[in-house]
């Protein structure tokens, strides 16, 4: 995916030859204090919701998403196909292992195997899985007072950055929280 992004004929971000400042002050400059104060207000707005740098470009993200994992798929598919893997189980005793009794000679028509009851044991069925995005506002919905920074949300979670950067962006579309500075985070006051 980070190809489709950089690629210097194909990406979505600017070539310098793309990017043309034009005002109409009597500033000689070519950078005048309009044009900062532009480029300042758009950074402001792209740290708040680095979405928006796809809709700028005209870029569906869910598309580039979906294609970068269905790329990512099919080559972990064509590397499945050539290996056989070691972690499959070779002559083991299936009836021991999941508590089934196999019917040694099936008779027509009967050819499911019949199912003994398991013993029980210590084992508790795995809790419901949370996703990243329920993860990360967890964490930083916790904080009512002192704000988290990015850097302690990626050491909690262990997610990658972009990961993180976009569930954030999700979050404070949805209002749950909101920036109380550059890379620090906390619930929102309306959540």
Do not use: W
Request: charged share 25%; proline share 6%.
């Amino acid at each position: 995916m980070t190809n489709i992004l950089i690629d210097k004929k194909e990406g979505i971000f600017p070539s310098p030859n793309e990017i043309k400042f034009s005002c109409s002050c009597p500033d000689s400059a070519y950078m005048c204090k309009h044009i900062a104060a532009t480029l300042y207000g758009v950074g402001t707005r792209l740290d708040q919701n680095p979405a928006l740098f796809f809709t700028l470009r005209g870029v569906n993200m869910d598309n580039l998403v979906s294609q970068a994992i269905q790329k990512e798929a099919d080559q972990l598919i064509k590397k499945s196909k050539s290996k056989i893997s070691k972690r499959i189980i070779q002559n083991a005793d299936l009836s021991s292992t999941f508590g089934i009794d196999f019917d040694d000679s099936p008779t027509p028509g009967n050819t499911k195997p019949v199912v003994s009851h398991p013993k029980k044991t210590n084992i508790k069925p795995d809790k419901k899985k949370i996703s990243p995005y329920e993860t990360v506002v967890f964490i930083i919905s916790r904080r009512k007072v002192n704000p988290i920074n990015f850097k302690e949300i990626k050491k909690r979670t262990g997610f990658e950055d972009t990961l993180i950067r976009n569930i954030i962006a999700r979050a404070k579309q949805k209002g749950v929280i909101e920036n109380k500075g550059r890379g620090l985070y906390m619930r929102s006051v309306q959540a």
